[in-house]
């Protein structure tokens, strides 16, 4: 099965600025509406329409837990998302659980089996993020073991951070993947009524093949910490990279 486009910035995402109403604009707001009015948008701040964009964003920002509920509410919109979870198994196989939340500890081969079981492919043109370290001197890999990526760039950077992986990386790379002639199976995980469901996760299995097209330099002061070690800077990068 060719699952088709999903794109959470269909809608752009737009970061306001917000000040008090004046008495006036609250007692307008109270008439046409039954209540008051806590805040209202003042100026528009940034505006975010592309996952390219939404990366160097959050390279930048570090956090924003506006910009994932705003993915959060265009997945919940979308019909060809719902598409994507209906051609999963109703009950996620217990070795697609475990990846997910006793990572690194899975059978590596029960993972593969259960994700090529259903063949669901992206369709050409699919962006998803994920957050790690690019391999030195090279433009083109292939992983021998899955690869999980996710909708949401700023998932994607909580997870390079994770456990002081780029702390001890001095480095972070946050991909933006583009599917490109697609031949690797994925598998979607759940979002609702499940402990990690907020990874918002895509599951490749072994085997993809992913390509280096670019590299951008974001900030070389990105602040990382690591437990029992003073906090230091390092440098972000947004990389485009397609996978097939």
């Given amino acids: 099965m060719i699952l088709p ?5 269909i809608t752009p995402y737009e970061l306001w600025s917000t000040r008090r109403p004046t008495q006036q604009e609250n007692l307008d707001y109270y008439q046409k509406n039954g209540h008051f009015l806590p805040f209202i948008n003042d100026r528009l701040e940034e505006t975010v329409s592309t996952p390219l964009e939404a990366a160097c964003y959050m390279a930048i920002k ?3 837990n506006a910009l994932e509920h705003h993915i959060d509410e265009q997945l919940d919109n979308s019909q060809d998302y719902k598409f994507w979870r209906q051609c999963m ?3 996620i196989p217990d070795s697609i659980r475990r990846f997910q939340q006793e990572y690194p500890h899975y059978d590596q081969v029960e993972v593969d089996s259960e994700i090529n079981r259903s063949s669901n492919l992206l369709s050409e043109g699919q962006l998803l993020f994920h957050g790690g370290l690019w391999p030195c001197n ?3 890999i292939k992983l ?3 690869f999980s990526t996710s909708f949401c760039p700023q998932v994607a950077l909580r997870n390079a951070e994770w456990g002081g992986k780029a702390y001890d990386a001095d480095q972070i790379d946050l991909f933006v993947l583009r599917v490109a002639n697609a031949k690797t199976n994925v598998f979607v995980y759940r979002r609702k009524r499940t402990r990690m469901g907020n990874e918002k996760e895509v599951l490749f299995s ?3 093949e992913l390509t280096l097209i670019n590299r951008i330099l ?3 002061d990105y602040l990382v910490g ?3 070690h003073p906090d230091k800077r390092i440098p972000i990068y947004v990389i485009e990279v397609e996978i097939s």
């Fill in 5 to 9: 486009l999903v794109n959470t910035f």
């Fill in 226 to 228: 690591k437990y029992q």
């Fill in 89 to 91: 198994p109703s009950k």
């Fill in 144 to 146: 021998n073991r899955p």
């Fill in 138 to 140: 090279t433009s083109h």
């Fill in 206 to 208: 072994s085997g993809a």
């Fill in 218 to 220: 974001i900030r070389n």
């Fill in 62 to 64: 570090g956090a924003d």
